[in-house]
């Protein structure tokens, strides 16, 4: 039986609360949060017991795997801690608010030698799995072009902290990095980059790349906005013999092939419709796919080959060079 200890009670803890019920011989056994209403809601659907906060959950609670959904500057020290009693741990993205505390983390896990993974849902969401696929393994011909794009409106959290760039690090951060990690999984570290964006409230809470890749154009933008803008994200991939398409506003996946009529692609659903997910999802898919990837790692013994430490390492340190290449670009104030 793996004994889950879930350090946050958010939209995103109660995701992965409900991922972890779907799956046998796991078992969500603590909870910890600083809103004490909400720990103790998602506890009693659990029967889990309830902590005040994570340190204490990750000194006293039974458990062997700890799970992070706390705002992002609490991460590392909170990821460090389970390390330090051995923990295995699933944290959400990004690693880290810097590259230094990921950089920490990374160190403190390998000598700890436990199993870690972050949350970067995109390389478990079924249409960007296929686009992986396509990528891969051709059947379209070599990529040419890709695009990718996501948009919603700025999140609150818990005392506004989405909105404090020293804890959420904005829009850059927190939302762009899902393309950022996608990019660097599907074509590896590119040559260079150029960005441009909006920097606002000491943040980027909009910003647009081009990466510098051998033959193919790639690029990805994302923003925040205080409009109550509806969630999307989506992206358009050329291939020498055809194109996906993708938006999850306005487009399911589809494939454009040379003499071919354009054709829906068949995305297989998980049976998720029982649980009221909330947010801009509307069932558990990805999200359920990447704990069950974890899990399985865990009963199998071994390490997560996807979304590694290092994984998560590298696409922040990715996005802190679009950040700085954005800050070139930034009028001089008159």
């Not at 609490?74 to 505390?101: F, M, N, S, V």
């Not at 609150?156 to 904005?170: D, V, Y």
């Not at 990690?181 to 570290?189: H, M, T």
Request: charged share 20%; with cysteine; glycine share 8%.
């Amino acid at each position: 039986m793996i004994k889950v200890g879930l350090c946050g009670a958010g939209f995103m803890g109660k995701m992965h609360a409900a991922c972890y019920a779907a799956i046998p011989d796991v078992r969500v056994v603590a909870i910890a949060d600083a809103q004490p209403n909400n720990a103790q809601a998602l506890a009693a659907k659990c029967g889990a017991a309830v902590f005040s906060t994570a340190r204490e959950l990750i000194a006293r609670a039974p458990v062997n795997l700890v799970d992070i959904c706390l705002p992002t500057h609490l991460h590392c020290d909170t990821a460090l801690l389970a390390a330090k009693r051995g923990l295995d741990c699933l944290c959400e993205k990004p690693i880290a608010r810097d590259p230094a505390q990921a950089n920490r983390m990374v160190k403190a896990l390998r000598a700890a030698k436990t199993k870690f993974m972050v949350g970067h849902v995109l390389r478990f969401w079924p249409e960007y799995q296929l686009l992986k696929q396509y990528a891969d393994e051709k059947p379209l011909g070599p990529l040419a072009s890709l695009e990718m794009r996501r948009f919603g409106e700025m999140p609150t959290g818990w005392k506004g902290w989405f909105r404090k760039p020293a804890l959420s690090g904005g829009a850059a951060l927190d939302l762009h990095i899902h393309d950022v990690d996608y990019v660097l999984y599907l074509l590896g570290k590119p040559k260079g980059l150029d960005s441009v964006g909006a920097y606002r409230g000491g943040a980027w809470n909009q910003i647009a790349t081009h990466y510098h890749y051998p033959g193919v154009g790639v690029t990805a933008e994302a923003g925040w906005c205080d409009a109550p803008e509806p969630f999307e994200m989506a992206f358009h991939a050329v291939f020498a013999k055809g194109l996906l398409i993708y938006s999850s506003k306005h487009q399911p996946l589809a494939c454009y092939e040379k003499g071919k009529p354009p054709a829906l692609v068949n995305i297989p659903r998980l049976k998720t419709e029982e649980v009221q997910a909330g947010g801009n999802i509307s069932s558990l898919g990805a999200y359920f796919n990447e704990v069950k990837y974890f899990v399985d790692c865990l009963k199998a013994g071994r390490a997560p080959e996807t979304a590694t430490a290092e994984d998560a390492r590298d696409a922040l340190a990715l996005v802190f060079r679009e950040m700085a290449s954005a800050q070139k670009k930034l009028r001089k104030p008159r």
